[in-house]
């Protein structure tokens, strides 16, 4: 069949060509969006009787028509007809003839397909957002069941100070929310109709842009036609969005990855969410952690080349457009899987309570807590400081820990000492008594597990 813009053309597309200019292959996802742009835009166009009833009435069966076959699988897109927008109009045309024809009046495939990507964005960024609420359940879940579970804290990788693991679970928690708001706000620049901006100026046609947007559930209408059929800043904010998302599931699974080795021995993640090696027998590794990590890169990758693709463009539409797509679509499977992977992950895993907290015994962490100590009882901070780290260093050099040192050596040292300091330099009191606002302490972190729980009841409801 002869393209649908070829009245102008007096020989046909080089099929090389044809093939490298289609979209086809990929913007099919999109297709039950256009379908639903479309029936908006007839239904609109007989409300302002730019097209008579019946023949709207017409359009929106043949549609109807279309959108079943395409349920049911029957639809064969092809490369001729090039992009989504063109295929379906094809099938339409097959349906129910030449008043097919009418239904692109007042419309271009620029604010066509701009309009499918707006309609495609806010079902993802739905799907995202249901994802990573169900993933924050589960942080908060494990972090409720681990409040008082000790582990080393960590900074330069070093031991730092005990810390409860229900509080290590619940900063990455925060950052999720975090992201999960960073998608809502998304959400306001997807949720606005480009539909009727045509080409890039408008129509002459007295079409009204408000019932199609209410008709497709946008909340908004784009005020400048040009700005409409251009802007790709939803997608881009999709892409950043996803790349910070996937940035913290990376930091995690790294964590994960550390703590399921010999060396840490933490965590031991469930057979379900591991795999084997095809040479050593003894091997169990957390390839699905370490995809996540790798994937972070293709993520990435997308927002760096869709905001190369953008840098250039004069106004309005320019092909280089339709580059837009693989990379979104990537991102979007991308996150979408992770978030599960990681959710199965997280909620399979179990967590070696012992070992974690014995790592907290033969190290110095407990440091601080002589220095507090002793500041507490009036020393000046960094005299405090200095004593600790020469018994540091002492301890260090003869082979034992502080909470080895016998209380005539640590009397010698300071009398400020006393013997409650035994109690003092042991991991859980260290960790229980830190309890500033936001600390590790038990009761800051039942606090923080809290919130949490309310915030996601009341995400809950409000979707209800
Ligand atoms: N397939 C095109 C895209 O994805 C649709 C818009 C085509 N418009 C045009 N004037 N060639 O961007």
């Not at 990590?293 to 693709?309: H, P």
Request: with cysteine.
């Amino acid at each position: 069949m002869a393209k649908l813009w070829g009245g102008r053309f007096e020989e046909s597309l080089d099929k090389k060509t044809e093939a490298f200019g289609a979209s086809i292959t990929f913007d099919q996802k999109m297709a039950r969006q256009d379908l639903k742009g479309s029936l908006a835009h007839v239904t609109m166009l007989a409300t302002t009787g730019i097209l008579t009833t019946e023949e709207a009435e017409q359009i929106k069966a043949g549609i109807q028509k279309v959108e079943a076959k395409y349920e049911a699988g029957e639809i064969d897109f092809k490369i001729e007809n090039e992009d989504i927008h063109m295929n379906m109009e094809t099938y339409l045309h097959a349906e129910i003839g030449s008043v097919a024809g009418k239904l692109h009046t007042a419309r271009s495939r620029n604010d066509q397909v701009a309009t499918d990507m707006h309609l495609w964005m806010k079902d993802t960024l739905s799907e995202t957002m249901a994802k990573l609420e169900n993933l924050r359940e589960v942080i908060v879940n494990l972090a409720s069941n681990h409040v008082e579970t000790i582990m080393p804290g960590y900074t330069h990788l070093q031991h730092a100070q005990p810390i409860s693991f229900g509080h290590h679970l619940m900063a990455y928690y925060s950052m999720l929310t975090r992201d999960f708001e960073r998608f809502g706000s998304n959400m306001q620049h997807a949720d606005i109709s480009p539909l009727g901006a045509a080409a890039l100026a408008g129509t002459t046609f007295p079409i009204d842009r408000k019932e199609t947007a209410e008709l497709m559930g946008f909340s908004d209408v784009y005020v400048n036609s040009m700005d409409a059929v251009s802007d790709r800043d939803f997608i881009l904010e999709f892409l950043s969005n996803a790349s910070i998302l996937m940035m913290h599931l990376s930091r995690f699974c790294e964590e994960i990855i550390l703590w399921c080795s010999h060396e840490f021995q933490f965590v031991t993640l469930s057979d379900a969410f591991s795999t084997g090696s095809s040479i050593m027998p003894q091997k169990k590794n957390p390839d699905m952690a370490e995809l996540i990590r790798g994937k972070s890169g293709r993520v990435y990758g997308n927002l760096f080349g869709l905001l190369t693709v953008m840098k250039s463009l004069p106004l309005a539409y320019n092909k280089d457009l339709q580059e837009d797509k693989e990379g979104m679509f990537d991102t979007a499977e991308t996150i979408l899987t992770s978030l599960d992977v990681m959710a199965g992950m997280l909620s399979t895993l179990s967590v070696n309570e012992t070992v974690m907290a014995e790592a907290t015994e033969q190290d110095f962490s407990n440091a601080t807590e002589l220095a507090d100590y002793l500041a507490a009882k009036g020393l000046p901070f960094r005299q405090a400081h200095e004593i600790v780290g020469e018994m540091v260093l002492a301890c260090t050099k003869a082979g034992y820990y502080l909470q080895d040192v016998p209380l005539a050596r640590y009397q010698e040292v300071s009398p400020l000492i006393e013997a409650d300091i035994y109690e003092t330099l042991k991991s859980r009191t260290a960790v229980q008594r830190r309890n500033s606002y936001g600390g590790t302490g038990f009761e800051q972190v039942k606090m923080q597990i809290a919130l949490a729980q309310a915030a996601l009841k009341k995400e809950n409801s409000e979707k209800a």
